[in-house]
T-cell receptor, first 117, second 107 residues
């Protein structure tokens, strides 16, 4: 089975621009979560998608949005980029959504490092 | 105050030493994860715990639900164990992470 992949690996954008980051879930996984990790800090939960619907969201503004596709791949979109959006963006897939009562393992992708100048 | 606190933040050890990393949390949880992150960002899940103790090779993780505390132990540490170790707790639909413990094992 294939692991979680993310693209691109690195990206440089200018303040005010928009960016789309992509994630392919591990085969058979129907849940994807996105995290933002600023340099030197632990990751922070952005949101989770389960069967193409948003299933939970952290403390991030609406300019952070996402999509999950029927093949369970996912996108994270960030509009009106700010300098503080510079971070490593991680996605993780699992077999079930949080809150389902099933503490399934999460499998992380390698991350996309976004730099906003 | 962060919901998930790890200690120490930084740890330097000599090869072969026994290492303990601690994690305390303040919310009710359904599971706790220990993760390993190497330079460059890739995260590997080491353990997922909801009670008791788990062992995998030289790694041991324990959790005390009543005390809201977990520990990750590394026996016979090796330079390849050098990484950031992150504790994360699951509550409802969210996974909340600690700030990580940066471990360096010197030969």
């Amino acid at each position: 089975e294939t692991g979680v992949t993310q693209s691109p690996t690195h990206l440089i954008k200018t303040r005010g621009q928009q960016v789309t980051l992509r994630c392919s879930s591990q085969s058979g996984h129907n849940t994807v979560s996105w995290y933002q990790q600023a340099l030197g800090q632990g990751p922070q939960f952005i949101f989770q998608y389960y069967r193409e619907e948003e299933n939970g969201r952290g403390n991030f503004p609406p300019r952070f949005s996402g999509l999950q596709f029927p093949n369970y791949s996912s996108e994270l979109n960030v509009n009106a980029l700010e300098l503080d959006d510079s971070a490593l963006y991680l996605c993780a897939s699992s077999l079930a959504a949080f809150g389902s009562g099933s503490p399934y393992e999460q499998y992380f992708g390698p991350g996309t490092r976004l730099t906003v100048t | 105050k962060n919901e998930v606190e790890q200690s120490p933040q930084n740890l330097t050890a000599q090869e072969g030493e026994f290492i303990t990393i601690n994690c305390s949390y303040s919310v009710g949880i359904s599971a706790l994860h220990w993760l390993q992150q190497h330079p460059g960002g890739g995260i590997v899940s080491l353990f997922m715990l909801s009670s008791g103790k788990k062992k995998h090779g030289r790694l041991i993780a324990t959790i005390n639900i009543q005390e809201k505390h977990s520990s990750l132990h590394i026996t016979a540490s090796h330079p390849r164990d050098s990484a950031v170790y992150i504790c994360a707790v699951r509550a409802g639909n969210m996974l909340t992470f600690g700030g990580g413990t940066r471990l360096m094992v010197k030969p």
